[in-house]
């Protein structure tokens, strides 16, 4: 499996920025897709996610209101809308997907086993 995360950049604080994950090797509709961010000198923390039709969804507090994941399984493609930001949200964005047929949504970074190459928002004042 793989995965082509893109749409990182330069953005001013309150600007709105939208990453995608393009996947392939892996029949889309069967994977949980999530996002991380790992900020310098942190830990890579869990966003969100998104259960294989798009109609669950989980996000960490910090982000609740501010992003929204989505799909498109027909064209392999996750997203993160984000909204709203903040100086704190300038991190290596990364997209990851979970091959199991049965946990469903999951917050733990260990049980995704395939992961994009990271794409960095930098969120300027």
């Known amino acids: 499996v793989q995965l082509q995360a893109s749409g990182g950049g330069w953005v001013q604080v309150g600007g709105s920025l939208r990453l995608s994950c393009v996947v392939s090797?892996?029949?889309?509709?069967?994977?949980?897709m999530g996002w991380f961010r790992q900020a310098p000198g942190k830990e890579r923390e869990f966003l969100s996610t998104?259960?294989?039709?798009?109609?669950?969804?989980r996000y960490v507090d910090s982000v609740k209101g501010r992003f929204t994941i989505s799909r498109d399984n027909a064209k392999n493609t996750v997203y993160l809308q984000m909204n709203s930001l903040k100086p704190e949200d300038t991190a290596v964005y990364y997209c990851?997907?979970?091959?199991?047929?049965?946990?469903?949504?999951?917050?733990?970074?260990?049980?995704?086993?395939?992961w994009g190459q990271g794409t960095l928002v930098t969120v300027s004042s």
């Open positions: 090797g892996r029949t889309f509709g069967t994977l949980i």
């Open positions: 990851a997907a979970d091959t199991s047929l049965v946990r469903g949504l999951t917050t733990g970074r260990d049980n995704y086993n395939y």
């Open positions: 998104i259960d294989w039709s798009g109609g669950r969804t």
